[in-house]
Every structure is written in C-alpha cells, then in structure tokens.
C-alpha cells in the first residue's frame, strides 16, 4: 500500500469585501486518515475547501495537495476527486452520459463509467435523465464522478462537502464503508458533515473552524471528550 498525498493548509485566508470568510487558517491533513472537516453553518469550511481545489482565490495563504497547489497538479482529475454541490448537473443529460463527458476530459478510461455507476449503486438508473434524479441519486452521481479519476496503486485525495445530503440510512452506511475502505487503500479523505454521528465513526483526524477560524486540530483519538462536546466546546 502506498500512502501519499497530503494536505497542507497554510495562513490561508478569504475575504469578500471586509467580511472573512476564512481567517489565517493552518492546519495540516494526514495521508492516508480520513479528516472530518467541522464547523457551523457559515464558518468557512465550503470555501477552504474551493480553495484547496483552485476554484476560489485566495486573498492570502496557501492551500497544497501533496505540496503543490491544485493548478500546479501535473494530472488533477486522477489525483484529486470531490464532491462539492449537487447543483451542478446539467438536467436533459443522462447520469452516464454525464460520467463520459468528465471522464472524457481527463483522458480517463472509459471503463471507469460503468465501474464506478456500479460502485455507487446507479447502474440501473444510468440512462435516465439527472433531471428526474432524487438528490440522493444526484449525490451518488457526484460521487461516482469523483471517483472516476482511481486508478490502481495511485494514491489520491478524495474532498467531500456534505457528502450525506440527501442520502438514505443504506446510503448512509454505504457512503461510511466507502470513506473508510479509501483510506484502508492509501487515500486521503476530506469529508465536511454536520452528522456529527457519522464523523465520528469514521473519522481519523478532527478540524473545526468558526467564523474561518481553526478552533481545534487533532487525532480523534486524542480527544477527551466526545465529538458532539468537544465541537460544542470549540465552537461556543
Ligand atoms: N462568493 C461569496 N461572496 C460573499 N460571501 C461569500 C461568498 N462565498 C461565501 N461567502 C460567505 O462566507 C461565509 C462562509 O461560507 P461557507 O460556504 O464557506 O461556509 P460553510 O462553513 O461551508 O457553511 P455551511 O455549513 O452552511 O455549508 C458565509 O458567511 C458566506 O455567506
């Protein structure tokens, strides 16, 4: 097994106008852990993680994947997978007809689609149109998407923003196997959850932030408190 790319946020700070959406923030993502990424609503998290994938500016600071900023990556699409909204989707287009497009783009093999169409449970659904999905069938899209990019003995980073939204309890449980069996094989995972439950049953590492702030930084298992006391804790 090879554990490779890890993540490392540094003085990493966004402003819009005056207002500071992320402030100054450092801290650092194990490879190979899965970090659950924590804080209430409107504390940053949605932004860290657009800058960490090079679709936000940062006003300053950096954010690096495997030492490089994700502009920099010489193969994004196989190196880093995520999901960050389930808006996105254009609705007249086929969920596998989506999946070819990305695929497409990043010199992936075909083959992948119908893998990982079967590996988040949407093979059957693939020839309809992403318009009539449910949102938790459009999240097991964007996930299918993010993992198209694996490849065999490639360790990569998986980013996940509310990755639960909208799933079923068997989607739950699926998506929690998911997590787990990725850093098993080597790959890093961010995942940002307000189920605190289900962070705290696969989480490695714990962050939260408020008001773009680090508030806490560290290995699960260092915690003295329970998840729920220690975010409540952090963020009070
Ligand atoms: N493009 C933007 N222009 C102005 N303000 C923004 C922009 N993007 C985000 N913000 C603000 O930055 C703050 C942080 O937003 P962000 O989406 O990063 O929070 P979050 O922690 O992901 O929240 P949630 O848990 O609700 O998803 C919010 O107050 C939001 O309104």
């Known amino acids: 097994m090879t554990v490779g790319v890890d993540v490392r946020i540094h003085a990493?700070?966004?402003?819009?106008?005056?207002?500071?959406?992320?402030?100054?923030?450092?801290?650092?993502v194990p490879p190979g852990t899965v970090t659950?990424?924590?804080?209430?609503?409107?504390?940053?998290?949605?932004?860290?993680?657009?800058?960490?994938?090079?679709?936000?500016?940062?006003?300053?600071?950096?954010?690096?994947?495997?030492g490089r900023a994700y502009a920099d990556?010489?193969?994004?699409?196989?190196?880093?997978?995520?999901v960050l909204e389930t808006a996105g989707f254009h609705p007249g287009r086929r969920g596998r007809d989506h999946l070819r497009i990305v695929a497409q783009a990043a010199r992936i093999p075909q083959r992948r689609v119908d893998e990982v169409l079967?590996?988040?449970?949407l093979a059957d659904a693939?020839?309809?149109?992403?318009?009539?999905?449910?949102?938790?069938?459009?999240?097991?899209l964007a996930l299918a998407g993010a993992l198209l990019g694996e490849s065999e003995g490639r360790p990569r980073l998986l980013v996940l923003d509310e990755p639960s939204n909208g799933l079923d309890p068997g989607g739950m449980a699926w998506l929690r196997d998911l997590i787990t069996a990725q850093a098993a094989a080597?790959?890093?995972?961010?995942?940002?959850?307000?189920?605190?439950a289900e962070v705290s049953r696969i989480a490695d590492h714990i962050v939260i932030v408020r008001d773009g702030r680090l508030r806490y930084a560290g290995p699960a298992a260092a915690?003295?408190?329970?998840?729920?006391e220690?975010?409540?804790d952090a963020t009070s």
């Open 230 to 232: 220690t975010f409540t």
């Open 73 to 82: 990556l010489p193969d994004p699409r196989r190196t880093v997978g995520a």
């Open 12 to 28: 990493l700070s966004k402003h819009f106008k005056q207002f500071r959406a992320v402030d100054n923030l450092t801290f650092d």
């Open 118 to 121: 079967g590996e988040v449970g």
């Open 223 to 228: 915690m003295t408190k329970t998840l729920e």
């Open 126 to 140: 693939a020839d309809r149109r992403v318009g009539g999905y449910s949102l938790g069938m459009r999240q097991r």
């Open 186 to 196: 080597g790959h890093t995972v961010v995942v940002s959850s307000h189920v605190l």
């Open 36 to 66: 659950g990424f924590l804080g209430p609503n409107g504390s940053g998290k949605t932004t860290t993680l657009r800058m960490l994938l090079g679709l936000v500016r940062p006003t300053a600071g950096s954010a690096l994947i495997g």
